[in-house]
């Protein structure tokens, strides 16, 4: 039947027939209830049950019909099982295998099923094994050989088993239409697929073919294809699949197929795809590995990909490798090679352990046993930690492009034998995400014996393996080493996150600098920083403060900046000390922060509210500036170009607007400051240095004149004294001071008598003694001038140690504040500064302005110095707008000082003296005081009155024919000033006119013109003349400071034909002329320079030698020179000190400028009196009040010889 109704003809034969047959049936039942109405008996009763009968015979009528209609078509499939078993009985025969026995003959779909009984010699499992022998079946046919499943106890079949004497032998056509994909396929078609396909690929591998225990249709969605799982007694390969033709994959001993897309459940498309993975990866590792080599076993479940930018995925694929192996054999060029390659040339493929959520506790960096994991990425990635931080979207990502680049940098450095990959720990992006540059902190872990000293030693080759990264720092870490790689810190496309973050890239780049320039301490480490912070009123600086170990110095480190600078990519370093000996500061910028160039900001500059003459911008920004309180004077050096010049010029500035202020450039004439000559107090020019000379001894008498202020006032400072006497500060300029004072030499006098050669010969004399003026003027100045107001400024290129010696200005470089702008020697710079090896380095190309500033109480800075865009015109309008310029009875007149000077000549009474070349007569000129009218008294009070008794002893001694003696005491301080002094030492220097004073005659001159020698001695001696007593000291405002040189000077004036004095400087004297005054300078000093300005020669005896002169005196002194007797001074003889007036501002319109000559004449003036100087006599000397002043005239040559009236001054 059912082969009768298998296809849709015998269907439609067997319902027609079946039908025809109920309907002879219900005639049947028709004609039998007819006969019986007609029939007077009737026929039903015949029947029993009479039913029964039409129902026989229309079943009898269908069967006859059927069978007529289904005959042939059943009896076919025992006509092809006889077909079937007799072409196989031959095929067997062939084979030899007579006794196997056909069982049954099926078509299934596309397949013919043929199932034989194996005899018990051979068995099924051997009968499948001659299928490969068989014979062909027929043209364009295939075939296998099947299992049967067993049967248990209960005849049930057992799915996986196989019968031992039954087995199945399937056909089927090579181009037959089999899809197992369709809706409709049969299941049983479906499983001859499945099994079909397996022992084909069995039989190609010589393996023995799995039995199949079922195939599952999976849940599709609708309209889907069916999909299928097959599952089978052994492993199974995806080879199947392709033998089928079908989709799928293999997992064990399931076989999924189908359309697999439709399948709703999920965690098959997942297992999947985990399928597909291992078995490429299987390939993968058959095609790296070695032959033979055992390959790793993926870890799907542990598969892991992150996103590293929008194009870019990286996939982390963790191994378990097998025993007996070690992870570094799989660290070897050719596996990381044979992958890339394999991974359709991947670009990005490293291996690493596995670590971090593979291993529980440990230690950071520990590895996994047995583990491994591969990195890649189908896309490129970024060769180099700069090029990519915080935007990268997943963390991981980073992390594992890191380890890769780290790999690479490692298998570069060690050789290929070490395997000494290390394991990323930690990787932390220190830039933020809108960084274009990124630096990273990644923490290492170390294997196989490497240590952090050896990574350091390789840094470079690490450095360039790692992309050629621009910047790399290795620091020691716990477990291994920390590496800051990336971007240069202090770059300006570098924004971190954090300022402690950009402090520890420094901190690193100072310990790899010190240790690349060998600056360790004892043990080999470097220099630890202490803290760091940027400069609050200059971020662009940092301020570090670090360890100084022993043996390191400032200066060794000092010495070491230039190659610190690229070692830490700094181009501005400047190391100092630290208030702590032990410790350093070191200030760096990336770029030179120093502002250039660097205008003038008039604000500032024409602030008078301060002292402080802003001069120049600092390394921090803030400005530097001249503080005449904490700074005594100023020595400015530079060379040419250095701008100089222009700073020169803001310090002038500001002094205009603040002071009084004087300028000497007898070199280039003051062309830099001719802007400033409508407000300078006095300008002294080019070729003028005999002027500067008088000039700087006016300024170095104004000083005096100020201390005596200060003194009466009891005051330590000009700025302390009432407003109303207070002077006005004082700035002398002295520009090419050493040019200026550049020794003169002068020859002896010229054998020629031409007065133009005369003359040069006498100019050069006068310009040696201004330059004498000078120096003795600066060093006075030096010490003494700041109580009294008044600064110096000396400028020049350099300063030489020779011409400080010649002219003893010893004393400039430890009293002066220190300047030097542009390139200068290293010899210059010890010259002129204290500690050279302090100094800030101001890099190897210096601009236009840039120097260095010392000070006494601060440490060396450098500085740019402001300049004036607008030059001189600017500089002019600025003054001029906030200051009105001097009346010329405000400014010093030079005319007047040059004339002084003009009418000094080298030439003495008609001819040229030199006291080397002359013999000198020995006859000796005696004084007479008696015979001079002299009857003085003199007292020098108390403190002298110990000496008195014991010089009295020496007056009897004998004198014989030495010259004649004036003896001079040599007092240490000036008398009227000091609390110590008697008062009536004190009144003798009375500023109070002594109009009472008697007028006695002068001296008498010596009887020849030979010269005088004056021995002037410590103590009184027998006929001496006293100071004080037979020769007064003047009542005008002192000369030099020193009262006794003031009248000796005024003596010698009146005795012209003296031209040479020594000084007996006696050990047993209270005050000796190498004493020094209150301000520092030595008497002798002052002495020297007030007779060599009258044309006087100079000489000290020591003492010593004195009293060895004294005891060869042989003979006595006449009668009528012995010394007069000084009596007791009388309390009323006594002047009182008077009030002291100030010096008007310049705000005012004063009556008369202080210390400028007076030059109304004196109707009383001797014969050769000028404008310049009043004739009186000197008891009737105008006497200098803050307002007026003579005292220039002290040091003119005398206008006559006349005999002066010489007053009795009574001490």
Known sequence: F??????????????????????????????????????????????????????????????????????????????????????????????????????????????????????????AAGAIGLHSKLPVIGT?????????????????????????????????????DIDVTAADTAPDVIALRVETAVFLVASEYRAPAPNLIAVEPL?????????????????????????????????????????????????????????????????????????????????????????????????????????????????????????????????????TGLTRGFVNGGLPGDRFPQGFAVIWSESSVPLSPAEFGAEVRDPRAAEWVLSGILNKAFDAAFSSTRKARPELVDAKCLTTRRSPLAVWSLKVRLFNGVTAAEVKSKQEVIRLAMG??????????????????????????????????????DELDWEQGFLDNKLTAADGSAPRMLSIAPLESNPKVTRAEFTLPSPLSLAKVKEFIPKLRPATGNAYIDVMASDDATRMVIQFSETN??????????????????????????????????????????????????????????????ALVRADVIVIDTIKGGADFAFAKPWLKGFIGHNKLIAAGEVMMWVRAEMLRRAALNAAAGVGSYRDLPADVRPQHLYVFIDEFNQMMEPITVSKEPASSDPDVVAEWGTSNLEKQAQAKVAAAVKALTTGARSAGITLLLSGQSLKADLTKAHNLTGIKSNYARIALGKMSWGD???????????????????????????????????????????????????????????????????DFEAQVSAQTPVAFGQILDPDDEDLDDEVTELDPEALGLDLSFDFGSFDKADTAADSEADAAPFGDAPALADIPSFSERAGIEDELDASL??????????????????????????????????????????????????????????????????????????????????????????????????????????????????????????????????????????????????????????????????????STPLTRRTDEDPAAGPGSSSTHSGAPLGEQPVLSPAASDEDDWFMPPTTKGKPVIPDIDF
């Open 593 to 654: 922060p120093m502002p250039f160039p660097a205008p003038m900001l008039w604000a500032e500059t024409l602030d008078t509210s301060t002292e402080v003459i802003p001069v120049a911008s600092g390394i921090d920004g803030k400005t530097i500036g001249f503080n005449p309180k904490a700074i005594a004077h100023q020595l400015i050096l530079g060379g040419s170009g250095s701008g100089k010049s222009s700073c020169l010029q803001v310090f002038l500035c500001g």
């Open 219 to 351: 849940p599709v969605g609708e309209g889907c294809g069916g999909a299928y799982a097959a599952e089978l007694s052994g492993a199974v390969e995806n080879a199947i699949l392709n033998a089928m033709g079908v989709d799928g994959f293999a997992d064990g001993r399931t076989l999924y197929f189908g359309d697999l897309d439709g399948v709703t459940d999920r965690s098959l498309l997942k297992l999947r795809e985990k399928l597909e993975v291992t078995d490429r990866w299987g390939v993968r590792w058959r095609d790296v590995l070695k032959k033979d080599a055992k390959p790793p076993v993926l870890q799907y479940d542990h598969t892991q990909t992150a996103q590293f930018d929008a194009r870019t995925t990286l996939t982390f694929q963790p191994f378990l490798y097998p025993q007996g192996l070690s992870l570094e054999s799989y660290f070897e060029p050719y596996i990381t090679n044979g992958l890339s390659s394999t991974l359709k040339a991947a670009p990005f493929v490293t291996l």
């Open 829 to 895: 710079l010890a010259s002129a500064f204290k500690d050279s090896s302090a100094l800030p380095d101001l890099g190897p190309s210096i601009p236009k302005g840039r120097g260095i500033w010392e000070t006494d109480d601060d440490p060396a800075v450098a500085f740019q110095a402001w300049f004036a865009p607008g030059g001189q015109d600017e500089m002019r309008d600025r003054v001029a707008a906030v200051l009105p310029v001097l009346r010329p009875d405000e400014q010093l007149n030079i005319a």
């Open 986 to 1151: 004190a009144a003798s220097f009375s500023r109070a006119p002594l109009d009472d004073a008697p007028s006695v005659p002068s001296l008498p001159a010596p009887d020849s013109e030979d010269d005088l020698f004056l021995r002037v001695s410590a103590a009184p001696a027998p006929g001496a003349l006293l100071l004080g007593a037979d020769i007064p000291v003047p009542e005008a405002a002192p000369v030099t400071g020193l009262p006794i040189a003031d009248a000796l000077v005024a003596y010698l004036r009146s005795r012209p034909e003296v031209e040479a004095v020594t000084f007996v400087d006696r050990v047993d004297a209270p005050y000796r002329v190498h004493d020094e005054d209150d301000i520092g300078v030595p008497f002798a000093d002052t002495l020297q320079t007030a007779l060599e300005n009258i044309g006087v020669d100079f000489d000290i005896e020591d003492a010593r030698s004195a009293e060895t002169s004294d005891e060869s005196l042989d003979g006595p002194f006449p009668a009528d020179h012995a010394p007069t007797t000084s009596p007791e001074p009388d309390e009323n003889d006594v002047a009182p000190l008077p009030s002291i007036s100030a010096e008007p501002q310049r705000s005012e319109a004063p009556e």
């Open 140 to 176: 364009g046919m295939e075939s296998a050989s099947l299992t049967v499943p067993d049967r248990d106890s209960q005849g049930q079949e057992m799915p996986g088993t196989a019968h031992p004497s039954t087995f199945r032998v399937v056909t089927w056509a090579s181009d037959a």
């Open 468 to 505: 050629g990264v621009p910047w790399l720092r290795i620091t020691e870490w716990d477990y291994g080493v920390e590496m800051l790689v990336g971007a240069v810190p202090r770059a300006e496309s570098v924004q971190f996150a954090s300022p402690v973050s950009l402090n520890r890239c």
């Open 2 to 123: 059912s082969a009768a109704t298998k296809d849709e003809h015998g269907v439609r034969s067997f319902v027609g027939f079946g039908l025809l047959g109920a309907v002879v049936a219900v005639g049947v039942l028709f004609t039998l209830l007819a006969l019986d109405d007609a029939l007077p008996f009737g026929v039903l009763y015949l029947l029993t049950p009479w039913l029964l009968l039409p129902v026989a015979v229309g079943a009898v009528a269908a069967a006859a019909c059927l069978h007529g209609a289904f005959r042939e078509t059943a009896l076919q499939p025992w006509r092809d099982t006889v077909a079937a078993r007799t072409a196989w009985d031959g095929r067997w025969a062939l084979l030899k295998q007579p006794d196997m026995h056909m069982l049954t003959h099926e078509v299934v779909g596309p397949f013919t099923v043929d199932t034989f009984f194996a005899p018990p010699a051979l068995g």
